[in-house]
């Protein structure tokens, strides 16, 4: 159904805006009461009070409005004595609101909200609805006859789907991370190593004893911290888990973004899972979508009978790629809506960090469409204004409240200064995917080492622009399905190259500037593409080679941790040095990383299958060298080919412009990593 009514809302006088009141006051809900002979009962008073203050209430319709969370929705509170359940909901073009569930049969009549004023939210306190009980918004409009049970926007816990209530819940928990969150501002600076591991939690392992179930929040917590300290990541990255009604879009498309997905356990559950994780030194991302949200009739869409949280016209409001709804970021209490959700995560959840999803889609008012399936901002550009103002606000507000944590965009166009401060004119995120870096360098190594040498400037091509961003190199989950095959599927040629060209897929990465990004199953070579419906093929690593590729990662991830010069410039041109860029036709790259306080390691990529003697590499000191690390290591089920692991001394030969040279043994397919000992 087509509307294009706009929500009727009170315009205020611009004010300084005060700060938000967050916690739940109690307050008389303005009324003029009938005159009455005796006093009201408790529950009486209880039912006309209002948890939300004027403040809140202004707040919210003007936009600033950040922890509307602790206000909104479902909130069990005892007022007057009375225990109960306060509801508000923002519905500005209904006419009437109930709220329906377990204890009143689902009965529209039984429990109408009252208005607030001409705020558009509709508020009530009903006694003796406690934890635990399921239930609805019935929301008739004063448009079209719509009428609709809708799930509540702001929802702390879910029925699991396909089942689409809300629960009454609170997010109670006694933390035990201390430490962590006291030592977490150290762990994400720009000059800090920062390797992730993105997680789909219900494909990761799953029990298939007991009819293939995905183990829950507490099983993960456990499984999931032994494997990421065996594997030496710092973080994982969880793909969405805000409350989904379809598996299968990965938690992409949700409806419950202030709750963690019922799937696995209660929001308790997965405070405990982060709290396992913090206790063990991991560190927690959320993906987080405020670009899109899905159709369904209980959900957002259409929520009161107009297109209150996305567009009216569709040349806005709809995303022609994934089927979805577009968030209107021009409408105050849309704004307030998201805001609240992206704080609610590092408040309630103590998560670190926030991976915004689809970045470029909501920047562009052109993104995926034809001409004439647009429209233009007021200045005839294709920039969605409303949405960089939002981004923009949305990392002002993260940052003031929470320092300590990084944002993270997902953008893949050339979009300027996008891990910039606001305050230049940046987006204001701490970091971006180097999408560019991903797609160049997996269409690299797609290639058959021959045709490599005419092909060279795709693992070059970055250098002119790697420091132009706080960049995070991904090999991520969009790489591994619909059809694209496994990391380890996409190599070039036979069974032992495709093991070797990973290995050194993976030693490319993590010897360039940038923090790093594994999607899981990668980390051990598995063969079949990602399918969210079965766990990982744990299985293979019975065989050496896979237990070669679990190997290099945790050895490169050491490496990552504890050398110096592999991270403190991730994000800096002083730590970056090309000895050679140039030797296309060996399909060599060479270059030198380098820390604050002097230490260098000169990096040695071999593309081709060929053992390459007495290789010169130009070096800027002499002395001893000592290697690292060999990805063609027989311990990685390599060839063992290179230079004995020993040390070797740099010769007073001149070569690439510097001083010294070492002559070297190029492995086939590998990578030499080799540090400065004086």
Same mark, same amino acid.
């Given at each position: 159904?087509s509307?294009?009514?706009k929500?009727?809302?009170?315009?205020?006088?611009?004010?300084?805006?005060?700060?938000?009141?967050?916690?739940?006051?109690?307050?008389?809900?303005t009324?003029?009461?009938?005159?009455?002979?005796?006093?009201?009962?408790?529950?009486?008073?209880?039912m006309?009070?209002s948890?939300?203050?004027e403040d809140?209430?202004?707040?919210?319709?003007?936009g600033?409005h +950040?922890?509307?969370?602790?206000k909104?929705?479902? *909130?069990?509170v005892?007022?007057?004595?009375?225990?109960?359940t306060?509801?508000?909901?923002?519905?500005?073009?209904?006419?009437y609101?109930?709220?329906i569930?377990?204890?009143?049969?689902?009965?529209a009549?039984?429990?109408?909200l009252?208005?607030?004023?001409?705020?558009g939210?509709?508020?009530?306190?009903?006694?003796?609805?406690? &934890?635990?009980m399921?239930?609805?918004?019935?929301i008739?409009?004063r448009?079209?006859?719509?009428?609709?049970?809708?799930?509540?926007?702001?929802?702390?816990?879910?029925e699991?789907?396909?089942?689409?209530?809300?629960?009454?819940w609170?997010?109670?928990y006694?933390?035990s991370? *201390?430490?962590?969150?006291a030592e977490?501002?150290?762990?994400h600076?720009?000059?800090?190593p920062?390797?992730i591991y993105?997680v789909?939690?219900?494909?990761?392992?799953?029990k298939l004893?007991?009819d293939?179930?995905?183990?829950?929040?507490r099983?993960?917590?456990h499984e999931?911290a032994?494997h990421?300290?065996?594997?030496?990541f710092?973080?994982i990255?969880?793909?969405?888990?805000?409350?989904?009604p379809?598996?299968?879009?990965?938690? +992409?498309?949700?409806?419950?973004?202030f709750a963690?997905?019922?799937?696995?356990?209660?929001?308790?559950?997965?405070?405990?899972?982060?709290? +396992?994780?913090?206790?063990?030194?991991?560190?927690v991302?959320?993906?987080w979508?405020p670009?899109?949200?899905?159709t369904?009739?209980?959900?957002?869409a259409?929520?009161?009978?107009?297109?209150?949280?996305e567009?009216?016209?569709?040349?806005?409001?709809?995303h022609?790629?994934?089927?979805s709804?577009?968030?209107?970021y021009g409408?105050?209490?849309?704004?307030?809506?998201?805001?609240?959700s992206?704080?609610?995560?590092?408040?309630?959840?103590?998560?670190?960090?926030?991976?915004?999803?689809?970045?470029?889609?909501?920047?562009?008012?052109d993104?995926s469409?034809?001409p004439?399936?647009?429209?233009?901002?007021?200045y005839?550009?294709?920039?969605?204004?409303?949405?960089?103002?939002?981004?923009?606000?949305?990392?002002?507000?993260?940052?003031?409240? +929470?320092p300590?944590?990084?944002?993270?965009?997902?953008?893949s166009?050339?979009?300027?200064?996008?891990?910039?401060?606001?305050?230049?004119?940046g987006?204001?995120?701490?970091?971006?995917?180097?999408?560019?870096?991903?797609?160049?360098?997996? *269409?690299?190594?797609?290639?058959?080492?021959?045709y490599r040498r005419?092909?060279h400037n795709?693992?070059?091509?970055?250098?002119?622009?790697m420091?132009?961003?706080?960049y995070?190199l991904?090999?991520?989950?969009?790489?591994?399905?619909?059809?694209?095959?496994?990391?380890?599927?996409?190599?070039?040629?036979?069974?032992?190259?495709?093991?070797?060209?990973?290995?050194?897929?993976?030693?490319?990465?993590?010897?360039?500037?940038? &923090? &790093?990004?594994?999607?899981m199953?990668?980390e051990?070579?598995?063969w079949?593409?990602?399918?969210h419906?079965?766990?990982l093929?744990?299985?293979?690593?019975?065989f050496?080679?896979?237990q070669?590729?679990?190997?290099?990662?945790?050895?490169?991830?050491?490496l990552?941790?504890?050398e110096p010069?592999?991270?403190?410039?991730?994000?800096?041109? &002083?730590g970056?040095?090309?000895v050679?860029a140039?030797d296309?036709?060996?399909?060599v790259?060479?270059?030198?990383?380098?820390?604050?306080?002097?230490?260098t390691?000169l990096?040695v990529?071999?593309a081709?299958?060929?053992?390459?003697?007495d290789?010169?590499?130009?070096v800027p000191?002499g002395?001893?060298?000592r290697?690292?690390?060999?990805s063609?290591?027989e311990?990685?089920?390599?060839?063992g080919?290179?230079?004995?692991?020993?040390?070797?001394?740099?010769?007073e030969?001149?070569?690439?412009?510097?001083p010294?040279?070492?002559?070297?043994?190029?492995?086939?397919?590998?990578?030499?990593?080799f540090?400065?000992?004086?």
């Amino acid at each position: 159904m087509s509307d294009t009514e706009k929500p009727r809302r009170t315009r205020r006088k611009k004010e300084t805006p005060v700060e938000e009141a967050t916690a739940p006051m109690i307050a008389p809900h303005t009324a003029t009461p009938a005159a009455v002979a005796e006093e009201p009962s408790a529950a009486t008073k209880a039912m006309m009070a209002s948890i939300l203050s004027e403040d809140d209430i202004y707040l919210f319709n003007q936009g600033t409005h +950040y922890r509307l969370y602790n206000k909104f929705g479902a *909130q069990p509170v005892t007022i007057e004595g009375v225990s109960g359940t306060y509801f508000a909901v923002w519905a500005p073009n209904a006419e009437y609101v109930a709220v329906i569930g377990d204890w009143n049969n689902w009965d529209a009549g039984a429990n109408p909200l009252r208005q607030r004023g001409f705020s558009g939210v509709w508020e009530g306190f009903i006694p003796h609805v406690g &934890k635990g009980m399921r239930y609805k918004f019935h929301i008739a409009s004063r448009y079209y006859g719509y009428r609709e049970d809708k799930t509540d926007p702001f929802g702390s816990y879910f029925e699991v789907a396909p089942q689409t209530a809300a629960i009454v819940w609170d997010r109670d928990y006694t933390w035990s991370d *201390q430490q962590w969150m006291a030592e977490r501002g150290q762990r994400h600076r720009l000059d800090v190593p920062i390797s992730i591991y993105e997680v789909h939690l219900g494909s990761w392992r799953r029990k298939l004893e007991e009819d293939n179930r995905p183990l829950n929040y507490r099983e993960l917590a456990h499984e999931l911290a032994e494997h990421v300290k065996e594997c030496g990541f710092t973080h994982i990255e969880l793909l969405p888990v805000t409350e989904h009604p379809f598996y299968g879009s990965w938690g +992409y498309q949700s409806t419950g973004m202030f709750a963690p997905t019922s799937r696995y356990g209660t929001p308790q559950d997965f405070m405990y899972f982060v709290d +396992y994780l913090h206790q063990n030194g991991i560190g927690v991302i959320l993906d987080w979508v405020p670009s899109h949200f899905p159709t369904d009739g209980h959900g957002l869409a259409y929520f009161d009978g107009t297109h209150l949280y996305e567009h009216a016209d569709p040349r806005k409001g709809y995303h022609p790629d994934w089927g979805s709804y577009i968030y209107n970021y021009g409408r105050n209490e849309v704004r307030s809506f998201l805001i609240s959700s992206a704080l609610c995560w590092l408040d309630k959840f103590h998560i670190d960090g926030l991976r915004v999803d689809a970045v470029a889609s909501m920047l562009y008012l052109d993104y995926s469409r034809r001409p004439g399936e647009w429209i233009p901002n007021e200045y005839g550009g294709n920039e969605n204004l409303e949405a960089i103002s939002f981004l923009r606000e949305l990392n002002t507000q993260i940052y003031k409240y +929470y320092p300590d944590v990084q944002t993270i965009a997902e953008e893949s166009t050339a979009w300027p200064m996008v891990s910039r401060p606001v305050y230049v004119g940046g987006l204001g995120f701490g970091f971006k995917w180097d999408m560019g870096w991903m797609h160049d360098t997996l *269409q690299y190594f797609r290639r058959d080492p021959i045709y490599r040498r005419f092909h060279h400037n795709e693992l070059t091509f970055r250098g002119l622009y790697m420091f132009t961003e706080n960049y995070v190199l991904p090999l991520s989950h969009d790489e591994v399905v619909h059809g694209k095959g496994s990391l380890l599927d996409k190599m070039a040629g036979d069974v032992w190259q495709k093991f070797a060209n990973l290995r050194l897929l993976y030693s490319y990465m993590f010897a360039q500037p940038g &923090k &790093k990004l594994l999607f899981m199953g990668g980390e051990f070579g598995q063969w079949r593409e990602w399918s969210h419906d079965t766990s990982l093929d744990w299985h293979l690593l019975m065989f050496p080679s896979h237990q070669g590729v679990l190997r290099t990662i945790s050895d490169l991830n050491r490496l990552y941790r504890s050398e110096p010069a592999l991270h403190e410039f991730d994000c800096d041109p &002083k730590g970056f040095e090309w000895v050679d860029a140039n030797d296309a036709d060996a399909s060599v790259y060479s270059f030198l990383r380098k820390s604050r306080h002097g230490e260098t390691i000169l990096v040695v990529l071999n593309a081709t299958p060929v053992v390459r003697e007495d290789y010169r590499v130009g070096v800027p000191a002499g002395g001893w060298w000592r290697e690292l690390f060999n990805s063609d290591s027989e311990y990685y089920w390599g060839s063992g080919q290179g230079n004995a692991g020993g040390v070797i001394m740099a010769e007073e030969t001149p070569s690439h412009g510097r001083p010294y040279s070492l002559r070297l043994r190029l492995p086939p397919l590998g990578a030499l990593f080799f540090k400065h000992n004086g």
